[in-house]
């Protein structure tokens, strides 16, 4: 019930592509699900969260859509550009600071 | 405004030994939370630091232990090291327990031979 189930674990996308990583969640607890972009040998950088009481939020061209009778979530990138090739991780808390991640999408953005 | 730093960057030690992991939160943070990321996985929730008192643990043996600091820092300590010790440790911080925005510092490389 703790688990955060992300998918795909890999995709690649031709620049200005938009590609779509999902999430599914149990816990009916979460109350917040970020998304952070890691870069190989770096920490992970948080991209964009979302709280369940909106069912979508943008922050430049990333996007996050909530479903929250599915119990789903997923992130969008607009105009993807080589520099987005990275490892994209979903999570989700319950008001207890223990962030809960999923496995990880490696994204690989083609000139 | 100075973000989160972890040191050392990489280490190698060998099966038995023990190693401390340091970490400074970024400025205005009080909470410190520790993960382990393996190899081609998401990070797990190792436990956080609260004002000085540990403040939630994940499924990991009391072999891990941490610390923190009246400044907010805080170590990472791990005894009678283990092959599959070996992994990305990562430090996040924030500004209070619930859920807060955490800030991921670069991590430390250990290696255990």
Redesign the interface.
Known sequence: QQQVKQSPQSLIVQKGGIPIINCAYENTAFDYFPWYQQFPGKGPALLIAIRPDVSEKKEGRFTISFNKSAKQFSLHIMDSQPGDSATYFCAASSNTGKLIFGQGTTLQVKP | ETG?TQSPTHLIKTRGQQVTLRCSSQSGHN?V?W?QQAL??????IF?YYREEE??R?NFPPRFSGLQFPNYSSELNVNALELDDSALY?C?S?L????????????TRLTVL
Do not use: R
């Open positions: 989160v909470t939370s993960y081609g996985q998401g990070p797990q929730f956080q403040n939630g994940g990562l996040a924030s209070g327990t619930a859920t807060d925005t955490q800030y991921f510092g670069p991590g």
